[in-house]
Structure formats: C-alpha cells, structure tokens
C-alpha cells in the first residue's frame, strides 16, 4: 500500500527522476519522498532496470543529395536566365570591351554559411525531436518494469550462446511481453527466437523475433493466455519462421527459478 503523502503517479514521476526527464520542480517533489522505505526500494529497481537496458543511439546521417541541393542553391543566382539574357543585350549595344567580373567568393561565403546554420539547425530539431520520442518510450517501457503485478524472468544462455542474457517482462493484464537481451547473435531472415512457456504439460507457443543488434529489445502481445496465467519455465529456442509453431529447434537460452 502506498504511504497516503505520494499521489497516484509517482511511479511515473519516479521513473522520470532516474531518465533525468523531470522539471526542476517536478525533480524537486520526488526528492521530498526519498527517504521512504517504498519510493527508496522502487528507486532501486528503477535504476538497476535502467541500467540494463540499452542506451545506444544511432547517428542520422544527413540525406546523400543534401551536397546537390546545397551547391544547386548556391550557383542559381549566377545561372539565372534573365540575368544572362541581360548580360548579353548590355554587351551587343557597346562594342567596348567589358570588364571580366571575377568570381563571387564572399557571396558564396555568405550562401553557404546561410546554408549550414539552417542545416545544422534542421538536423539539431529533427534529433531532438526523435530522441525526446525515444526517451519518453524508454521512460514508459522502464516504468512497466516496476509494475507489482507483471512477471520478471531472467534467462541465460546455454552451452551453444553461453555469453547471451535476456531479461522477460510479462504482464498479464495487457497479455503482452518484452525482453532485453544482450549479445544474442542475430539470425537470418529465414530463422526466428521463439519463446516458450513450459507448465505442467507441452511448451506453449509466446512469440518470436530476432534481434539486429547486440543488445535489444522486443515487446509484442502474447498469441496465449496460458504464457501469462502463473509463473513458468521460460525457454527460447531457434526455429525456421516457415515452421508451424512446435517446438523442434536448438535450446538456446532458459529461464533461471
């Protein structure tokens, strides 16, 4: 039961407060609650979660005709039609010789330093923009975690991945699951990860994926009550994703009582 001080959402606020996504006076109230023995344990858990997750971002690279459309806007004015028809009305009416203009290098000083400020500027908004998204994904995804009612499982490798690990949230009142996991080697298009649920008779069918990366993370809704009914022996095994849903691949990685 939670102490009568706290309001109903400082999990949320709490998880906020360890992704340092808070208000200064938003991080200012949860450090009034600290010192309760609750909000300290949550904040533990909070933070171990935290840390288990996957933090890397990929950079954006700018898009590859961005040097075309910069160079483009820049030598238009020097290519402008009417200027050049102009140009040659003014040299046909006096037969004296005209001056060569020599080549605008401060203006093109100028342009192209408007250009990467606004570029720069683009690019700055348009990270921002996505990791804010990433990050309040990750604050709602690390805040599941602590939910009293969902089921964590940890899950080691076996002899054939023994350096991989996985961390499997289950919750049983959205019938959903995400796992984490790290150095589990990434399969080919043919091949999935699929997760088992093993009770009291033959393993239950709880989804697949396959991750790209060496720590990732994979959330999807469960295709049986039963994966989520009470807590079971969690197994993942590698199978062809043509097969029907039996369990006949390798044992790669199982759950931890």
């Known amino acids: 039961m939670n102490s009568p001080s706290l309001p109903e959402n400082w999990r949320s606020l709490l998880a906020g407060y360890v992704l340092n996504d808070l ?24 933070q171990s979660t935290w840390a288990s997750l996957p933090a890397g971002l990929s950079p954006l690279a700018p898009p590859p005709e961005l040097r075309d459309r910069i160079m483009a806007a820049v030598t238009q004015p020097e290519l402008d039609p009417a200027v050049t028809a102009q140009s040659s009305a003014v040299q046909t009416v006096n037969s004296s010789p005209i001056p060569r203009r020599g080549f605008p290098w401060g203006r093109l000083a ?24 990433a990050l309040r994904q990750t604050e709602a995804i690390v805040a599941s975690f602590s939910q009293p009612t969902n089921r964590l499982y940890t899950l080691a490798g076996t002899a054939a991945v023994p350096q991989a690990n996985a961390r499997l949230v289950v919750n049983p009142a959205d019938q959903t699951a995400l796992i984490v996991t790290t150095d ?37 809704s469960l295709p049986n009550p039963t994966c989520a009914d009470r807590p079971v022996q969690m197994l993942i095994t590698t199978e062809k994703a043509a097969d029907p849903p039996l369990p006949a691949g390798d044992l790669v990685m199982q759950s931890q009582s």
């Open 23 to 46: 208000t200064d006076a938003e991080a200012a109230l949860v450090e009034q609650w600290l010192d309760l023995p609750e909000v300290a344990l949550e904040l533990d858990a909070l």
């Open 184 to 220: 589990l080697p990434t399969l080919t298009t043919e091949q999935v990860y699929r997760l088992w649920a093993v009770a009291d008779s033959d393993p239950v069918f709880c989804g697949q994926f396959n991750p790209q990366t060496v720590q990732a993370m994979h959330q999807w």
């Open 110 to 133: 100028l342009a192209l330093g408007w250009v990467a400020t606004a570029i720069a500027l683009g690019l700055a908004r348009q990270e921002n923009q996505r990791l804010r998204l």
